[in-house]
Nanobody
């Protein structure tokens, strides 16, 4: 029922910044989690950052101190500010929505960090 559409992916040089946004449409459960995962070629999909409906955030170890997740509840969006980007951050980034009984995923957006 909930549709997730990512934007903001692209190509950036190492050390640069990029902001991803995910717009959610539909009915959002009052208890839920919105966040981001990523998957690089040959790697498992891993947590980047997430934020619960009560304001608790969590980050993957590799991005702590560099990435920040933001919620905009009024507009049903979640954004990821990525700073100090590294080539190893190159991956497809997926917005996700976790709710009681299931989850929804966005289509993914490519982030490429050049040396």
């Amino acid at each position: 029922q909930v549709q997730l559409v990512e934007s903001g992916g692209g190509l950036v040089q190492a050390g640069g910044s990029l902001r991803l946004s995910c717009a959610a449409s539909g009915s959002i459960f009052s208890i839920h989690t919105l966040g981001w995962y990523r998957q690089a070629p040959g790697s498992q999909r891993e947590l980047v950052a997430k934020a619960t409906s009560d304001g608790v955030t969590d980050y993957g170890d590799s991005v702590k101190g560099r990435f920040t997740i933001y919620r905009d509840g009024g507009k049903n969006t979640v954004s990821l500010q990525m700073d100090s980007l590294r080539p190893e951050d190159t991956a497809v980034y997926y917005c996700y929505y976790l709710f009681p009984g299931g989850s929804n995923w966005g289509q993914g957006t490519q982030v490429t960090v050049s040396s």
